[in-house]
């Protein structure tokens, strides 16, 4: 079954056209039936991936999905990433969840600064990148020029897999190099509809019937060139990071949305072991294992649910079994667990190696806890980053204390804020990487608890862990109470007021350890 499965992230900046590409995917696979559909009347409809209101209002991905669709016997595990970087850190622990991933990049744009970032996260991980270069029915950037720009700014390969005939006002087509195909518009849409035309290479005189003058010595020229110029694709080379497949399309115009699904069932790797604290785990290991990168609360306005996203890593999982979490430390029954089609769940009777399961829980699962059949075994690498914006929670009506902590708790559980009660003073300080994260938070507060809060700002620039032996740890408290902190598991925080104070503590404190990250 594990290699039946692709599990895979699409990374790019706001606006590179991810949430039309993932739609077209899901139309591809079958999961939708209309581009932008919900399961609702009129107005309602939009692209199912941005569900939640101020990701409608602003545009924008700023929670993690999950959708799965078939094709061909192939079982496809998507999982969109918020494009937004403020909310970078959701999308790291995402990432930890997949085994390859798909990078659209504008055809103007080429790599912006989002993708820059997210891109490095992939290579941390060796996760292996297709790139999709969109827009191309819109005027960009020569082709050549965004292949250079791959290979400058990432330091990877680029093989390019097909070819735009011309872009903007002047495009014409696709040519795939692989299957020597031409892939062309129709109607006044300029739309991908189907047409296709077999040729035996780039200077196949029956170009000339389908293309102008123009398009012809295009592909003849341009098509010689980029094969030749560039590396050829390279099985191993791609599986170890280091060199991408390249495909030029529209997402919009549904140009090169199949060649991207079926670049994935054919090259991405199926699930990979990940790693523990004691060493690798491998899928066909026959204990059930997993990971929860992401919890949602609130996925259904209705029922106040809060789901655990589990990565499985291992094992045959089958439903009403028992798992323990690393941080609960007694086994919970799985009962029922769910499989995300889109926007329609199903309850899993079976899951394996590389699925993605929603387990419904009251608070007991949290980011970064491993679940297992034997509780033996914890899964590394999924870590809380020091906030770099602290602002102190005023609550507009002061008989709501308890509804605010708890709503604090359950949005920094699921990572979109880190929340930290101070040792001294009553208000509680929200930690985030980004502004936009704020303005969610709010937003979250009004809608979903019904509280209303204001934020304003905390005398503290930033945030470290502070780790060591109980006596030094009891002198540090002594004399900087007033700037100290736990966070929702208890953990020492130390508020620093500037960069500077935070090495001036470590120096004077060489028995501490001041730290920038958390695992959770």
């Known amino acids: 079954m594990t290699s039946e499965r692709r599990t895979f992230a699409i990374i790019s900046h706001p606006d590179a056209g991810k949430t039309t590409l993932t739609e077209k995917l899901l139309l591809r696979g079958g999961a939708i039936h209309l581009a932008g559909e919900v399961k609702a009347r009129g107005a309602a409809r939009r692209a199912r991936s941005d569900w939640m209101s101020i990701e409608q209002q602003r545009g924008i991905s700023v929670t993690s999905s999950v959708m799965t669709f078939e094709r061909n016997g192939i079982t496809f595990n998507l999982l969109d990433t918020p494009?937004?970087?403020?909310?970078?850190?959701?999308?790291?622990?995402?990432?930890?969840?997949?085994?390859?991933?798909?990078?659209?990049?504008?055809?103007?744009?080429?790599?912006?600064?989002?993708?820059?970032?997210?891109?490095?996260?992939?290579?941390?991980?060796?996760?292996?990148?297709?790139?999709?270069?969109?827009?191309?029915?819109?005027?960009?950037?020569e082709p050549f020029e965004l292949l250079d720009e791959i290979a400058e700014k990432l330091a990877l390969d680029t093989a390019p897999m097909s070819w735009p005939v011309g872009m903007g006002g002047l495009f014409e087509g696709v040519y795939d190099f692989e299957e020597n195909e031409l892939y062309l518009p129709e109607g006044d849409s300029k739309e991908f509809q189907g047409k296709t035309v077999k040729v035996d290479g780039p200077e196949d005189a029956k170009l000339g019937e389908y293309l102008s003058a123009d398009g012809v010595a295009r592909v003849a020229e341009e098509g010689l060139l980029a094969r030749e110029g560039y590396a050829p694709f390279d099985f191993e080379a791609y599986r170890n990071g280091d060199l991408t497949p390249v495909y030029f399309g529209s997402?919009?115009?549904?140009?090169?949305?199949?060649?991207?699904?079926?670049?994935?069932?054919?090259?991405?790797?199926?699930?990979?072991?990940?790693?523990?604290?004691?060493?690798?785990?491998?899928?066909?290991?026959?204990?059930?294992?997993?990971?929860?990168?992401?919890?949602?609360?609130?996925?259904?306005?209705?029922?106040?649910?809060?789901?655990?996203?589990?990565?499985?890593?291992?094992?045959?999982?089958?439903?009403?079994?028992?798992?323990?979490?690393?941080?609960?430390?007694?086994?919970?029954?799985?009962?029922?667990?769910?499989?995300?089609?889109?926007?329609?769940?199903?309850?899993?009777?079976?899951?394996?190696?590389?699925?993605?399961?929603?387990?419904?829980?009251?608070?007991?699962?949290?980011?970064?806890?491993?679940?297992?059949?034997?509780?033996?075994?914890?899964?590394?690498?999924?870590?809380?980053?020091?906030?770099?914006?602290?602002?102190?929670?005023?609550?507009?009506?002061?008989?709501?204390?308890?509804?605010?902590?708890?709503?604090?708790?359950?949005?920094?559980?699921?990572?979109?804020?880190?929340?930290?009660?101070?040792?001294?003073?009553?208000?509680?300080?929200?930690?985030?990487?980004?502004?936009?994260?704020?303005?969610?938070l709010i937003s979250r507060l009004a809608a979903e608890y019904k509280v209303e809060a204001a934020l304003e700002p905390a005398p503290f620039a930033t945030a470290r862990w502070v780790r060591g032996e109980q006596k030094a740890m009891d002198e540090f408290e002594k004399f900087n109470r007033a700037n100290l902190a736990k966070d929702r598991d208890g953990d020492m925080v130390f508020l620093a007021k500037s960069p500077w104070d935070v090495n001036y503590q470590a120096e004077k404190n060489p028995d501490l350890t001041f730290s920038a990250t958390k695992e959770r």
């Open 83 to 141: 494009g937004h970087e403020d909310f970078s850190e959701d999308t790291y622990r995402t990432l930890t969840a997949v085994d390859s991933a798909i990078m659209v990049l504008d055809a103007a744009a080429g790599i912006e600064a989002q993708t820059l970032k997210l891109f490095e996260v992939c290579r941390l991980r060796s996760v292996p990148i297709v790139t999709f270069i969109n827009k191309i029915d819109r005027e960009g950037r």
């Open 251 to 440: 997402a919009l115009k549904e140009f090169g949305v199949t060649a991207i699904i079926d670049a994935i069932a054919k090259f991405a790797p199926a699930p990979r072991p990940q790693p523990t604290d004691g060493g690798e785990i491998a899928p066909d290991r026959d204990e059930v294992t997993g990971f929860i990168f992401k919890v949602q609360a609130n996925m259904d306005p209705n029922h106040r649910d809060r789901i655990a996203f589990m990565r499985q890593v291992s094992g045959t999982f089958k439903r009403g079994m028992k798992l323990t979490p690393s941080g609960l430390g007694k086994p919970i029954a799985v009962h029922s667990p769910i499989l995300f089609f889109a926007q329609d769940r199903e309850i899993a009777d079976n899951a394996y190696p590389g699925d993605i399961i929603g387990i419904p829980n009251h608070g007991t699962l949290r980011v970064g806890d491993t679940l297992s059949e034997k509780n033996e075994v914890r899964f590394t690498g999924l870590p809380n980053f020091a906030p770099e914006i602290l602002r102190r929670v005023q609550l507009k009506d002061p008989t709501k204390t308890k509804q605010l902590r708890k709503a604090l708790d359950d949005l920094s559980e699921e990572g979109v804020i880190q929340v930290f009660y101070p040792e001294l003073g009553a208000n509680h300080i929200v930690g985030v990487v980004g502004q936009l994260q704020l303005e969610v």
